[in-house]
């Protein structure tokens, strides 16, 4: 490992877990010739959650819990940690994990402003989903990591953990039951999310390139059903939410995306329009402060 690529290690996003170009570096850890770097990984959360339920095609197409190809848009991004990153310490991991603590009390102390009042049906159920969706993400993401040793699955299954730990946060204010709680990795309570988990971690498994349309799958239908549920929801905190945890998301896609243009993968979108796909693909990385 040589300078250039030392430089690279403490340019990760600590809030949605993307790797950033050096600003003096030619070298980018999201992209396909840097895949054996993974900086110092610590303890990585592997806490129990819930599963993912995400709206869009079967294996092929059509179906609410199916998968399909993907592709992720390029982020420009120019975020930059405050302290030099030591590689081949717990450092990265540790300055990443302290940065999304202190993000996760921020959205918390944003929820508790609110009175919970009572939740409509939709926003209820809505938030039940995307508390087990966002743990469907972070467990596959978790096993791709293993099998590939790509350095964004690691990354980002860090940011879904913060995802899920956001999503909790509106569940206790709401007084209502976690259906992630006692769930190990892979496991899901519905059958439709276990067999969703399933399909995406063997059709991961199969090859590198299957790995990252899984990725960019992943992420288009986190957008999609973000936006859906935003949709039917009216309170502010639940709002406030949803678009932290879809702007994060929007920057998870670019990332990968990076790695889909590297390996000359194919993908289309089947959950997003096309053009706002591209309009995500390649558009710059959004702050996530």
Not at 154 to 173: C, R, T
Not at 190 to 198: F, I, S, V, W
Not at 203 to 209: D, K, M, P
């Amino acid at each position: 490992m040589d300078n250039r690529e030392l430089s690279t290690q403490g340019r990760t996003c600590p809030t949605c877990g993307v790797d950033l170009p050096g600003l003096n570096s030619s070298v980018d850890n999201n992209l396909p010739n840097n895949q054996n770097i993974r900086g110092g990984q610590g303890n990585r959360g592997r806490g129990a959650g819930g599963g993912r339920g995400m709206g869009g095609g079967g294996m092929g197409g059509g179906g609410r819990f199916g998968m399909a190809g993907g592709g992720r848009g390029l982020g420009g991004g120019a975020w930059q940690s405050a302290v030099p990153a030591q590689v081949g310490s717990d450092f990265v991991y540790l300055d990443r994990t302290a940065h999304r603590e202190e993000h996760l009390a921020q959205i918390r102390s944003t929820v508790a402003a609110y009175r919970p009042g009572e939740l409509s049906v939709e926003e209820r159920d809505d938030l039940l989903l995307m508390r087990e969706e966002e743990k469907i993400a972070r467990d596959v993401y978790l096993r791709l990591y293993d099998r590939w040793g790509i350095r964004p699955f690691d990354n980002i299954s860090g940011a879904e953990q913060a995802h899920m730990d956001a999503i909790l946060a509106l569940l206790k204010h709401y007084g209502l039951s976690d259906p992630a709680q006692g769930l190990e990795l892979g496991r899901f309570h519905r059958a439709e999310l276990q067999d969703l988990y399933d399909r995406l971690v063997q059709q991961g498994l199969q090859s590198r390139e299957n790995a990252i349309r899984v990725g960019l799958l992943i992420e288009e239908l986190d957008i999609a059903d973000l936006q859906n549920a935003a949709h039917r929801a009216v309170k502010p905190e639940i709002l406030a939410v949803y678009a932290e945890l879809e702007r994060g998301s929007r920057n998870h896609l670019r990332a990968f995306y990076r790695w889909k243009q590297g390996l000359g993968i194919d993908y289309q979108p089947t959950h997003l329009l096309s053009d706002d796909f591209e309009r995500i693909a390649h558009s710059a990385q959004e702050d996530c402060q």
